[in-house]
Nanobody
């Protein structure tokens, strides 16, 4: 069983920065990729960013390109999301996810593991 635990969320003013962390544990942890999704109240869960665990290839949704950076530390089984130039529309619960195979990163059904989420609130 794999567990994912997010941290680093909080309240920040527009234009500010936050760094999210996701620590993974479990004997079977060997992902193909790790990623971040977000879900705002009344909205569907949406893909934010992903990184392949072996090669470090990154993928981003268009709305965060140039502002967010995903990275990983394989030795610590941890993935990060550095969020800069935050906007009020970035307000959401951010969830860490892991998957064991390649494919379309945008579909939530393709991800095997999920964390509980951490709240990010950006004030205007």
């Amino acid at each position: 069983q794999v567990q994912l635990v997010e941290s680093g969320g909080g309240l920040v003013q527009a234009g500010g920065s936050l760094r999210l962390s996701c620590a993974a544990s479990g004997r079977t942890f060997n992902p193909y990729a790790m990623g971040w999704f977000r879900q705002a109240p009344g909205k569907e869960r949406e893909f934010v960013a992903a990184i392949t665990w072996s090669g470090g290839t990154t993928y981003y949704t268009d709305s965060v390109k140039g502002r967010f950076t995903i990275s990983r530390d394989n030795a610590k089984n941890t993935v990060y999301l550095q969020m800069n130039s935050l906007k009020p529309e970035d307000t959401a619960v951010y969830l860490c996810a892991g998957r064991t195979y390649s494919g379309n990163y945008y579909y939530t059904r393709n991800w095997n593991y999920w964390g509980q989420g951490t709240q990010v609130t950006v004030s205007s």
